[in-house]
């Protein structure tokens, strides 16, 4: 895993024009080419659906935005559907049960088609505004699959001294059998090739999505950047779900998902 530092922010947009060229890998990706997946897991996020496709829809780059609804009991599906029939949204999918974000995430990758796919949380917590950076190394054939990491040099908002501690110890926990040094593993943030992404053996459920996919990412031998992002992160009061039950978890995901693959695919 190797950590990606772009030049300067206006040198990680999509125009080559005025840019030192940097070395191409070998899979690159035309700009002209690139379709960008947004698989966005919702569920009771009326207050902020539609801020997050507004900064969606600002990112100057070709995309398809699916929408996951997971059975939200506000608002939110109303919301949805008028924002579908206004065209913010490509494709809608409402879940008649509450299954968690991981299976609502999968659930998008299967309707998604573009060559590069990110899942982006309906919260505000993580800005679009940072998916230049992230897809630089994919576009220029370097990754097959990028990591923004909160803790490198992106600004943040300071909230949960022990959130960051209990990160920390799950990053290097998954480090440790992925034989990774990323420094963010948890992060919402992972921009993956879409036909690696869409080849994955992904079953978690829930918040075990992000050691799933870190594991399946290591055991796939991909080549994998990490690049600095910006990180909003919401208060319980505002709405934030991740809870310490969740982080115990995770350890178990860890284990499980590195140690115990499944037989075969998942396709629900």
Known sequence: MTHFQPMAPADTGFSAEGKVPRMRGKTPIERDELRLSVLIPVYNEENTIRVILDQVHAVPVQKEIICVNDCSTDGTKTILDALHAEGLIDTVIHKP?????GAAIRTALKASTGNVVIVQDADLEYDPADWPALMEPIVLGLADAVFGSRFLSGSHRVLYYWHSIGNWVLTTVSNMFTNLNLTDMETCYKAIRGD???????TSDRFGFEPEVTARLAQANVRIYEVPISYSGRTYAEGKKIGWKDGVAAFWHI???NLFPPVTKRTN
Not at 97 to 101: I, L, P, T
Not at 196 to 202: D, Q
């Open 255 to 257: 284990v499980r998902y």
């Open 97 to 101: 049960v509450n299954e968690g974000k």
């Open 196 to 202: 690696i992404a869409r080849s994955l053996v992904l």
